[in-house]
């Protein structure tokens, strides 16, 4: 089923988890997830390029039974058929994949679609596309995606902040150093992917980061 809240109550003011099981320390994204859960993440993408399409969907099976007792948000990155199976909350689209309103049409209305955008020019056509919130990046450079665009940088979040009425959550190269000055231009829900799964102690390094995201010095 849909997520209950809306995308705007989802996006804020916290972090948004994204699994990477090559630079999970030999962790499953299974247990990655746990522990993401545990440490009190609402939101978290499944997101992975390397294992089969079995494989992800039986991952997939067991997240989704996990989020769903946790009250936890549930999206799957790229596969409309995937996040159908597994009656995920929503799914997040590429620029390249299927256009959102065809995904639309395959989902109806209950559930979530996102959008990765790296430009003025996609913010805007994403507004008209009906997706319910976007990506905003990557801010700064990074390699957890091998076909990534070059960063677009904090001028392109600041664009988002004024003129773009979507939810929306920034992505790329966002680490413990630099995440304040990412909150404090505007985005109230920041995407981490190495940072939390290649962290050691997962609870401890989302707890450290929510410290830096509620510093009302920020």
């Known amino acids: 089923m849909r997520a ?4 705007a109550a989802l996006l804020q003011g916290d972090i948004y988890g994204i699994t990477a099981g090559e630079y999970s320390l030999g962790r499953t994204n299974v247990e990655v997830v746990a522990q993401m859960i545990d440490s009190g993440v609402k939101v ?6 390397e294992k089969t399409a079995r494989q992800k969907y039986v991952e997939c099976l067991k997240i989704r039974e996990m989020t769903r ?7 799957v990155n790229d596969h409309v058929d995937l996040a159908l199976l597994v009656e995920a909350d929503g799914v997040h689209l590429g620029q390249d994949d299927l256009p959102p309103e065809k995904v639309r049409e395959l989902v109806g209305q209950k559930m979530l679609i996102g959008l990765s955008t ?5 913010a805007r056509a994403a507004v008209s ?10 801010i700064f450079a990074t390699k957890t995606k091998k076909d990534v665009c070059e960063p677009v940088g904090l001028e392109y979040l600041d664009y988002v902040v004024k003129n773009i009425s979507l939810p929306f959550v920034a992505i790329g190269g966002i680490k413990e150093h630099n995440i304040a000055e990412v909150r404090s231009r505007g985005a109230k829900c920041i995407a981490l992917v190495t940072e939390i799964v290649g962290s050691g102690d997962i609870v401890a390094k989302v707890l450290a980061l929510r410290s830096l995201l509620n ?4």
């Open 129 to 138: 596309s009906g997706v319910d919130y976007i990506g905003v990046g990557p």
């Open 4 to 7: 209950e809240r809306s995308p």
């Open 118 to 122: 790296h430009s003025p020019q996609q």
């Open 69 to 75: 007792e946790a009250g936890v948000t549930f999206i």
């Open 215 to 218: 510093d009302k010095e920020v």
């Open 44 to 49: 978290i993408q499944y997101r992975e390029k």
